[in-house]
C-alpha cells in the first residue's frame, strides 16, 4: 500500500507524552520544529536528536510505527539533499565526476540542513501519534481563542486545520484503493510513455476528487444533524488543565531551545 499514511493518525496509550496537555504539546513541537533552524553545527545536531529520540522513548511509540508515519517526508528531505550535495558550488571540492561535483559547503548543506528538518518531521509527527484530532481541536481552538475576539473565525480555523489532519490518512486510502482498481482494469500507470502514464493519472485524480466531495458532503450533514454552530460557545466534556508535569514539560522545552541556541554562540 505505497499511498497508505500515518500522518494525523493517533496511537493509543498511556505513556507521559500521551498524558501531557495536548496545549503543551502543540507548543513543544511548534518550539521543536521552530528550533531547527538554529542548528548550524554537529554539535547541535546530536543535541537535537538526543531530544527526539528522548521524546519517543518516552511516549512509547513503536520505532516501525514512527518510521513509517515520517518515511514519505524523508524521502523528500533525502532527494533535496542530493540536490544541495551535487549543485552547490561553493567550498573545496572533494569529488568530481564530470560536470558533478561535491563540494566541503555541498556537503555540509546536504547533511546538516536535511538532518535538521528530521527533527522537525518527528516532533511533528510524534505530536500526531500521541493526541487525538479531539484534543487537536481543543488545543488549537484555545490558541486561536485570541483571534475570535477580535472578530476573526480562532474557533473555524481550528476545526478546519484538525480536520484536515483527520482526513489526510483517509484520503491517503481512497487514493491507494482507487490505484488498486484502476491497475486492475488495465490503465498503464507503471508502463507505457510518460505522456500516455499522465493520461491514465486523470480519471484516478477524478474519482478521488469524487470521493472527496462525498466525505465533505457527509461530514457537512454529520455536522447539521449536530446543531453545529460556528463560534457558538460550548462546554467540553473534559476540560483542558495544566498540571505540574505540564508545566515541568514547558520548561524543558526552554531549556532545550536556550541550550540549541547558547551553543551555537559558543561554537
Known sequence: MALRLGIGQYLPGSSPIHRLDPRVKVTGALALMVSVFFIT???????GYACVLALVAAAGVPVSRLVESIRPIVIV????????????????????????SVTTDGLRVAVIFS???VIAVIASSLMLLTTTPTQLTDAFDAGLAPLSRLGLPGHEL???FSLMLRFIPTIADEAQAILDAQTLRGAPLSDGSLARRLKAVAP????????????????????DARC????????????LRMRRSDWLALLAVAAYVVALVGLGQLL
Open 41 to 47: 553545527g554537529p554539535l547541535q545536531l546530536v543535541l
Open 77 to 100: 528531505l533525502a532527494l533535496l539533499a542530493v540536490f544541495n550535495l551535487l549543485f552547490i558550488r561553493t567550498g573545496d571540492e572533494l569529488w568530481r565526476w564530470g560536470a558533478l
Open 115 to 117: 538532518l535538521r528538518l
Open 158 to 160: 481550528a476545526m478546519v
Open 204 to 223: 484516478m485524480l477524478i474519482a478521488l476528487l469524487a470521493s472527496s466531495i462525498h466525505h465533505a458532503n457527509g461530514l457537512s450533514r454529520a455536522l
Open 228 to 239: 453545529y454552530a460556528g463560534g457558538a460557545t460550548r462546554s467540553h466534556w473534559h476540560p
